[in-house]
């Protein structure tokens, strides 16, 4: 029983580039997050800033900071939103977790330069 049990855990393992799920916001399509963001939907908008921030408040706690520089440093609330956009407006089809895990790739490896 316990080669069972060792064997069903090693084929649900964590896979660090496979993503099962996405709750909340981060499932939106990128066309809805510009759609909502000129719509200016206050409230929406919020909904998905606080789903945006609450992700990298995630990851900033997971990344240690890179020569005494934390990825974040190199960003702004508001050039975090603009890149995001910029992103979801040439990629329209996709989700807006796909657009801030862009936008974290890239802060990442600017972080790493430094």
Not at 37 to 44: G, P, V
Not at 50 to 74: C, D, R
Not at 102 to 114: A, E, I, N, P
Request: net charge positive; proline share 4%.
């Amino acid at each position: 029983m316990f080669v069972f049990l060792a064997a069903q855990a090693s084929a649900n393992a964590y896979e660090p580039n496979k993503i099962t799920s996405i709750y909340g916001a981060g499932s939106v399509s990128c066309g809805d997050f510009v759609a909502t963001r000129q719509e200016s939907d206050l409230q929406k908008i919020g909904r998905f800033k606080q789903w945006i921030y609450g992700y990298f408040t995630a990851v900033s706690m997971y990344y240690p900071p890179a020569n005494n520089k934390h990825f974040l440093e190199t960003a702004n609330h508001e050039s975090i939103m603009a890149r995001i956009d910029s992103y979801c407006r040439k990629n329209p089809a996709a989700n807006l977790h796909d657009a801030v895990k862009s936008l974290q790739d890239d802060l990442l490896q600017v972080g790493k330069r430094k």
